[in-house]
């Protein structure tokens, strides 16, 4: 059952002061991070070993591990489940696909990161052509208990339901979150640092104000859940989290033949129910996000491969070309073809 933990009157009223400030003021009430740089491990590549041809990752244990992972021939790989701390993922050059817990695969590219919490268990495997690029922060729990509870101190913010076995005093959302200007520079200096071999030291330092900004999110999360119009606490957060899940399954297969009552099946809503609360809380129907979804992939495909505008149209759904020239137009001003034509930045795509 979700819930949340409000330990004491002084954490009340400080969780009051950072609901009415304006985001910038509430780094002025934090104090300032710093990992001890000796419990940081730092590795260029996934540490895998391999037992009957399936590989699994095997970081250091009782470190915090940033792992970068950069091939430029390609990659691909399948990594059987484990069971992880406190973590963010980020792709800069191809794909990733996670199966979180018993739950369906969700997809992460270069639009989005993700944060898992400690003790989920996942698996997932890794593509890129013709590079891959990644970058994956495994926080020690020894670590991350000690740095939150600087911060505010333990269960002063709500913790999500979950499967998970979590161990800190936060316990996140896990969905996908497009980048941000929270989260997503951090994890672009720690990827600048590495490229650069600079002192452990500096990445320490991005590492304390990276958990920093994790519950920064974490925290508007709980906001928005608690904005939601029902009554009780605990539906405001099952309805935030199910429908957040549900965008990830849409989102992760745009190939699917999706209908309004499949949609709602992945959460175990009735369609009239789904489509409402959807739109109440993102601003957009279902079958509108579904669409967003699908162009906005194909104008990643479209800088980033070298595949026909007719096959972008299959692999991101679309049924009809006609139609997908017409939306596409609708929505960049261009047609596919202009558009390929005239983006010449072929890195991460703007939204990083």
């Keep these: 059952m979700t819930r ?21 003021a509430r780094w002025s009430k934090m104090k300032e991070p710093f990992f001890n740089e000796n419990l940081i491990a730092v590795l260029r590549g996934y540490p895998a070993s391999e037992v009957g041809g399936i590989k699994a990752i095997s970081p250091h244990s009782s470190m915090t591990n940033v792992i970068w992972c950069r091939e430029r021939e390609g990659f691909q790989a399948s990594y059987s489940k484990q069971e992880a701390p406190l973590s963010v ?36 495997i890794a593509e890129g052509m013709p590079e891959f690029e990644s970058l994956t922060i495994l926080f020690s729990s020894k670590c991350a208990v000690e740095m939150l509870a600087t911060q505010f101190g333990v269960g002063d913010v709500l913790q999500f339901d979950s499967s998970s076995r979590n161990k800190l005093p936060i316990q996140v959302c896990e969905r996908l979150r497009e980048n941000d200007n929270i989260v997503t520079p951090r994890l672009l200096r720690i990827r600048s640092l590495l490229a650069e071999s600079a002192d452990v030291r500096m990445i320490a330092k991005e590492l304390g104000a990276l958990l920093q900004r994790i519950l920064h999110v974490h925290r508007d999360d709980v906001f928005a859940a608690e904005a939601l119009p029902y009554q009780r606490s605990n539906t405001k957060f099952q309805m935030y989290e199910r429908l957040h899940r549900a965008k990830n399954y849409i989102s992760s297969s745009l190939e699917e033949r999706w209908t309004l009552q499949s949609m709602a099946e ?41 595949k026909s505008v007719t096959q972008i149209c299959g692999e991101v759904g679309f049924e009809s070309l006609g139609s997908f020239s017409t939306l596409f137009c609708q929505r960049y001003g261009l047609s596919p073809v202009r558009f390929r034509n005239t983006v010449s930045d072929l890195s991460i795509g703007p939204e990083r």
């Design 89 to 124: 993922h980020c792709v800069f050059r191809g794909m990733q696909s996670f199966s979180i817990g018993n739950s369906p695969k969700v997809l992460l590219d270069s639009s989005s990161y993700l944060i898992l919490n400690d003790g989920q268990s996942y698996e997932h």
């Design 266 to 306: 992945t959460v175990g809503f009735s369609s009239y129910h789904f489509r409402r609360c959807f739109n109440q809380m993102f601003g957009e129907t279902p079958h509108q996000y579904l669409t967003n979804c699908r162009l906005k992939k194909a104008s990643m495909m479209l800088r980033a491969s070298e």
């Design 4 to 24: 949340a933990y409000l330990l004491n009157s002084t954490v009340q009223i400080l969780m009051q002061e950072i609901m009415i400030q304006p985001v910038g």
